[in-house]
Nanobody
Framework: VQLQASGGGLVQAGGSLRLSCASS????????MAWYRQAPGNERELVAN???????NYPDSVKGRFTISRDNAKNMVYLQMNSLKPEDTAVYYC?????????WGQGTQVTVSS
């Protein structure tokens, strides 16, 4: 499984971005999908989690602002990020689970200016 993340960039506070994670294989086989982020000097942290097709959860820091979704037909996983804050600045990674294996995509940089 190869994952290609994209959609990062520079945005002003209050703005929106949609990150995409393209899979080289069908995502219908993924048991779980998630987005993580890592800011300089910080540990990588979970920002969105999806189990199956509909069970999602988010940490309080992004709840109500971030939404994870999937498009099985396109083999894509998305992270819609609204009301962005400077503290959302980080490298964002997608991660998937399939049959007991875990796969990471490369990161995409998100920078939120104040």
């Amino acid at each position: 499984v190869q994952l290609q993340a994209s959609g990062g960039g520079l945005v002003q506070a209050g703005g929106s971005l949609r990150l995409s994670c393209a899979s080289s294989t069908t995502i219908s086989s993924f048991n779980r999908m998630a987005w993580y982020r890592q800011a300089p000097g910080n540990e990588r942290e979970l920002v969105a989690n999806m189990i199956g097709d509909s069970i999602t959860n988010y940490p309080d820091s992004v709840k109500g602002r971030f939404t994870i979704s999937r498009d099985n037909a396109k083999n894509m996983v998305y992270l819609q990020m609204n009301s962005l804050k400077p503290e959302d600045t980080a490298v964002y990674y997608c991660r998937v689970w399939r049959s007991g294996y875990v796969y990471w995509g490369q990161g995409t940089q998100v920078t939120v200016s104040s």
